[in-house]
């Protein structure tokens, strides 16, 4: 578990030391402030759980500093101390935000008391946030199936499940990465803390760099207001970086140091803020030979990959697929109202027989597309629509195509099998209605030509 953060504000040296001296003996971490600037620029940067602030600094009052710590977080409860206290500033003081209200001299027992109810107070509110966000989510389970291979990989998980270290998570497009990454915060000691995704590979490197670490206001033309980073929102909890085998290289050293010192500095801004995140990292690529191939720095390489599991392709274990698949069809047709949809024993051998190149995500879509498209009752092969002849080794026929050949090819052969019916190839190319004429539009494809003439 993290260590508290307490950030203490006041002008006097001896007081700051002897109140440091007894939080650092009790188990805080202590950031000390000596005036209003101070204290704004500390409470952004360290992101502490309290503020301890003497009612009076050298260039005001905690009156004018509780609304402005309030604008940067007003998730974190205020302490306020005066050597004059009375009725009237301890009102005041509440109105502008403090949680406690507390005349010097303090007894440390006593603030220790304070200050440990506060922070229990805050992560519980925390904790409820997370856990309405979990039910709202559901928890989809990484370990469908019983064999021997998937088996291993969950026992792997379990024993690093309560590790702070970074984790690698290798496997192929479609087979679960995510998905294991979000079991493992939800397992793991910071599972009251947020959980947040990136996926490296869909953003260019400004854009990247942008959402990680976020920016100041006018650092860039169009920065019309500061923006905070996914790694501030990350804070004390998880960031999954999806695909970091495709990020730019120029944003490489910068998550490097996050890595090594836990901070990182906002574009646009010439000072350094803490920050407190697990990393888990996943890639489809051998990050091992991209690093070799200086494609992928291998100082960062080494620092991500302290634990590694490796999630097997849907292919190496045939075994779960059926049970996979009825688990599947149970939730679609609940989803539905149709109630469980069964497998004939044609489709379950044809499940079993392809090849699965897009694993689990592949099977999950095959599966919906049949259930949207068939008439009832139980699948049969003819109800299952996959992108090659089950078993068929692929061919290298298109390797000279541009993608974006490609996807017209495929397109106009799905509108070809649905004779120009845009709603079934939509649903048979898992993609909303309005995307695919997004696509025809953009690909110059005239539908008409597949319509199927009138008798």
């Known amino acids: 578990m993290t260590r508290t953060r307490i950030l203490l504000v006041d002008d006097e040296p001896g007081i700051r030391l002897g109140m440091r001296g007894f939080l650092t003996a009790h188990g805080f971490d202590v950031d000390e402030a000596t005036s209003l600037a101070e204290a704004q620029e500390a409470f952004r940067t360290s992101r502490p759980d309290v503020a301890v602030v003497d009612y009076r600094l050298t260039d005001g009052t905690a009156l004018e500093l509780l609304p402005r710590l309030k604008d940067i977080d007003a998730s974190v409860p205020l302490v306020v101390l005066t050597g004059h206290g009375s009725i009237e500033l301890a009102v005041q003081a509440v109105k502008e935000g403090a949680e406690q209200f507390l005349t010097k001299p303090v007894e440390l027992a006593v603030l220790k008391v304070v200050l440990d109810r506060l922070v229990s107070q805050r992560r519980e509110r925390q904790r409820l946030l997370a856990e309405r966000s979990r039910i709202l989510r559901g928890t989809v389970n990484p370990f469908m199936g019983g064999s021997a291979t998937i088996r291993a990989l ?44 990136l996926n490296c590979a869909a953003l260019s490197k400004d854009l990247l760099d942008s959402e990680l670490f976020g920016h100041e206001k006018g650092a860039f033309t169009g920065a019309v207001a500061a923006k905070q980073g996914l790694l501030e929102v990350a804070d004390r909890g998880t960031l999954f970086l999806d695909e970091i085998g495709d990020m ?13 010192e836990k901070r990182f500095r906002r574009l646009g801004d010439v000072r350094d803020r803490r920050v407190d995140v697990r990393l888990i990292a ?18 960062l390489y080494f620092r991500v990959s302290t634990l590694i599991l490796h999630v097997p392709p849907l292919r190496e274990r045939p075994e779960d697929i059926v049970g996979m698949a009825h688990q ?16 004939r024993p044609d489709a379950e051998m044809a499940l079993t027989c392809y090849a699965w190149p897009g694993n689990i995500r592949e099977l ?25 002849t089950a078993g068929e080794p692929a061919s290298d026929a298109d390797d000279h195509l541009t993608l974006e050949e490609l996807e017209r090819r495929h397109i106009e052969r799905i509108l070809r099998r649905e004779h120009g019916h845009v709603e079934r190839a939509a649903a048979r190319l898992g993609i909303p209605r309005s995307s695919l004429y997004e696509r025809l539009k953009r690909l110059g494809i005239n539908r008409s030509g597949f319509q199927k003439p009138d008798p």
């Open 154 to 197: 969950q026992a792997q998980a379990e024993r690093i499940i309560e590790s702070d270290s970074p984790v690698l998570i290798t496997g192929e497009t479609g087979s679960g990465k995510s998905v294991l990454a979000r079991w493992l915060h939800e397992g793991g000691p910071r599972k009251d803390a947020p959980f947040v995704d």
């Open 248 to 260: 730019d290289s120029a944003v490489q050293p910068k998550l490097l140091k996050v890595l090594e």
């Open 282 to 299: 996943a890639t489809h690529q051998d990050l091992a030979v991209a690093a070799r191939d200086k494609r992928f720095r291998s100082d």
């Open 328 to 343: 599947f069809l149970a939730e679609l047709g609940a989803a539905r109202g149709r109630g469980s949809v069964g497998l």
């Open 364 to 388: 999950r879509n095959v599966l919906e597309r049949a259930v949207l498209l068939s008439g009832g009752g139980p699948l049969s092969r003819g109800d299952l629509r996959f992108e090659a």
